[in-house]
Structures are given as C-alpha cells and as structure tokens.
C-alpha cells in the first residue's frame, strides 16, 4: 500500500463556478450524466453504488460510490486539450457531494494499462477546479501483482471524515492481504 499520508484540498480556481466555462449536462437519472464537447466527444459519467466495498461499516458510513467516465463517441486523444472536459467532470462530482454525507471512490481502470495517465489527469482536474469543500486521498492498491490506483473523495463537512478515511485505507491494506 502507498498511501500519500496527506489529502489534497486546494482551492485554485475559480472557473467552476462560470458556466461558460462547462459542458451543458444531460441528466439521465441520478447519478448518470451526458455532455458533447464542442469537437462531438460524448462523454457519460456516473456513479455505481460501492457500498459493498466498505460492508464492514454499514452503520456508521454514509452513501459510497464509484466513479467512472466513459466515451461514448469520438476519440478525445484525437482532440486537443478541453479544460471544459476537467471542469464538466468537477461539476458532477461537486453535484453528488452537495450531500455532505456521499462518499466516492475512483479506480483507475488498468485493462488498457493507462491508469497512472488516468490518476494523473484526474487529480489534475481535482487540483486544479475543487473549490476547497473536498479532499482527496489517494492510494495503490496491489490486486493479481496490479497496482490498482485509487482516490477516495469526501466533503470536509462529512461528519465521519476521520472514519471514513480510516475504512478506506484499511480496505486497501485488506486487499493487499488477499493478494499475498
């Protein structure tokens, strides 16, 4: 386990709040979202109950979900660089974290073994649009001889900060234990 030991809560920029700096999002349901960037990139993001992962804490963590972003059409690679890309996915986030209690967790997928680029640009994003409301914590998880890179993302308001920070880690630690 490599845990950073600090979270990341900068404040760095104040564009979030501009929406012409953002995606016109489409709000498939709850936690599911759509938005087109300006060269025809469709993105859907959303987000998967992932309470299972912390089923040892039923009573005393709130709502946990997964995070995840995919392509539906186009090729961003293709594309130049879109900061409207980072500030549409911080806007989600920021959406399901306006309850204080949510707790998400992003995993890098690594079928493609791009997942440090994945953790990179992510906490790209997180650093450059939080707005200081939330911390991250990263770590690395060692599953099957795969460093699998995780983040868990909770409002500094949560009431259950410190033991929520304390079921991720350990969970981490735990699924190092299996793969030993």
């Not at 409207?84 to 920021?94: L, P, S």
Request: include cysteine.
């Amino acid at each position: 386990m490599n845990t950073s030991g600090k979270g990341e809560n900068s404040k760095t920029s104040k564009e979030i709040s501009n929406s012409t700096n953002l995606y016109s999002l489409k709000r498939n349901d709850d936690h599911v979202f759509e938005f087109t960037t300006a060269l025809g990139v469709r993105y859907k993001t959303y987000f998967l109950d992932y309470s299972v992962v912390f089923e040892h804490y039923p009573d005393t963590i709130g709502p946990v979900y997964s995070f995840g972003v995919e392509v539906l059409e186009g090729n961003p690679a293709s594309s130049p660089p879109d900061q409207k890309v980072g500030a549409t996915i911080a806007e989600v986030i920021r959406l399901l974290l306006t309850e204080t209690e949510n707790i998400i967790v992003y995993v890098c997928d690594n079928l493609d073994n791009k997942q440090l680029a994945r953790k990179r640009k992510f906490d790209n994003w997180f650093n450059r649009y939080n707005d200081g409301s939330y911390t991250k914590y990263n770590n690395i998880a060692l599953i099957d001889g795969v460093e699998v890179y995780n983040s868990l993302i909770l409002h500094n308001q949560n009431k259950q900060y410190h033991l929520v920070l304390s079921a991720f880690e350990e969970v981490n630690r735990w699924a190092e234990k299996i793969e030993k």
